[in-house]
């Protein structure tokens, strides 16, 4: 590479095999001085130790002082990620043959208040307030890998209508405050829309979520399937002829009750027992499954029902029998298929999620130290781009095992 000096000490074929890969991700961004700061940023993420700040990996990577540099290309130069991240998920289709799309939150603690989205809201995760940015991605998961392809930083109003944080931030005028749901439809729309990818189930934890029902309504809307975790107060409309009526004949005024509720009413009629993967991939555990169909509560008086609302969808309670681990609550569109086929895929959120306690651990997730929108969005791309490398590379290994 010409620009600047790696250091001697990094491995030639290990470069030659990451600069192989920098140049076809990096290949949409327009100047050669973009491409080759990218590629640097890259191989600080990959080889570095320790926390991942601009300066240290400028120094483990590079032969000569260039942290100032390396610091403008990702907080001021105006590449577009959008573009890098479409390449990332075309690649992550094609070597991974994912099987679902998940969505996962990060929370990125702060010390200070500067830096764009950073306030302090409580981390149900934590059980107690946090001064942090969150920061939503969804992941191509296949059984033995996923890949973080797109991304999303939540701003409250607080950051959207205070023009001084904005400046001060660089946060886009199409940038506006949504709820969460709608980040996540966002995504979904970008990856699967505008970069046609092959749909898969979409995953997700909606526990979190201030109105989980506007995120199925959307995604029912879409065509999308889903499986998502909901509370167990979450309302839902029962009754066992729903599955056997059209939508369109199914009443309005039926009683609301929770899904908990609902759920022990109906157990000893809907019962089966499965192997349960719980929270630790590849460690089946024995499970009672009860399955029902359910409909869900109007989003609201004076608005047509949604077609998720009009449709009967399957309510499904997960309590391990080992009395010991904890139940859970599901909402799935997938009613046409077993049970215990559409509960296996919710190991691959259980996948996702460790690759997302790797991403904060060793590839600098958190690590961002810039306050700028455009520099948040660089960041976690490069990191994607370097966790993506890091999975590509045992490629090989994977078609292996998911043909075998």
């Known amino acids: 590479m010409t620009g600047y000096s790696l250091k001697s000490s990094l491995s030639l074929a290990r470069s030659d095999d990451v600069s192989r890969f920098a140049a076809q991700a990096f290949s949409s961004l327009p100047r050669a001085d973009q491409r080759r700061w990218a590629e640097v940023y890259l191989r600080g993420l990959l080889l570095g130790k320790g926390r991942k700040s601009v300066k240290r990996m400028a120094e483990e990577v590079l032969a000569m002082p260039a942290a100032q540099s390396l610091q403008q290309f990702i907080n001021q130069s105006p590449w577009d990620w959008t573009a890098v991240r479409r390449w990332l998920a075309k690649e992550a ?166 899904a908990q509720e609902y759920l022990r009413t109906m157990d000893s009629r809907h019962r089966q027992v499965i192997d349960w993967w719980g929270g630790e991939p590849g460690r089946p555990r024995r499970a009672r499954l009860t399955s029902v169909p359910v409909r869900l509560p109007s989003l609201g008086a004076g608005r047509s029902p949604s077609v998720v609302e009009r449709s009967a969808l399957r309510l499904v309670g997960v309590r391990p029998t080992d009395g010991m681990s904890q139940g859970s609550v599901w909402l799935t569109n997938l009613t046409e298929q077993r049970t215990s086929e559409v509960m296996s895929l919710t190991r691959l959120q259980h996948r996702a999620r460790a690759d997302l306690h790797t991403l904060q651990d060793e590839f600098g997730l958190r690590d961002f130290e810039g306050r700028s929108y455009r520099g948040w969005h660089h960041h976690v791309t490069l990191v994607s781009a370097a966790f993506a490398h890091s999975r590509f590379a045992k490629g090989a290994d994977l078609h292996v095992r998911q043909s075998s």
């Open 93 to 258: 289709a094609a070597q991974l043959s994912p099987r679902a799309w998940v969505i996962e939150n990060t929370v990125i603690p702060k010390r200070g208040t500067h830096s764009v989205g950073v306030e302090r809201r409580f981390v149900p995760s934590e059980g107690k307030a946090v001064n942090c940015q969150v920061g939503m991605g969804l992941f191509l998961a296949s059984e033995y890998a996923s890949v973080p392809v797109d991304w999303r930083i939540v701003l409250s109003p607080r950051w959207t209508e205070d023009a001084t944080r904005r400046n001060r931030a660089y946060i886009p005028e199409s940038v506006h405050s949504k709820d969460e749901w709608e980040y996540v439809l966002d995504m979904i729309d970008e990856v699967g829309l505008d970069w046609e990818s092959a749909a898969a189930p979409v995953l997700a934890d909606l526990r979190g979520m201030g109105d989980p029902g506007r995120l199925i309504a959307g995604l029912g809307e879409r065509g999308v399937n889903f499986v998502v975790r909901v509370s167990a107060t979450q309302e839902v409309i029962g009754g066992p002829h729903l599955a056997a009526v059209r939508p369109t004949d199914v009443p309005r005024q039926e009683r609301r009750v929770t």
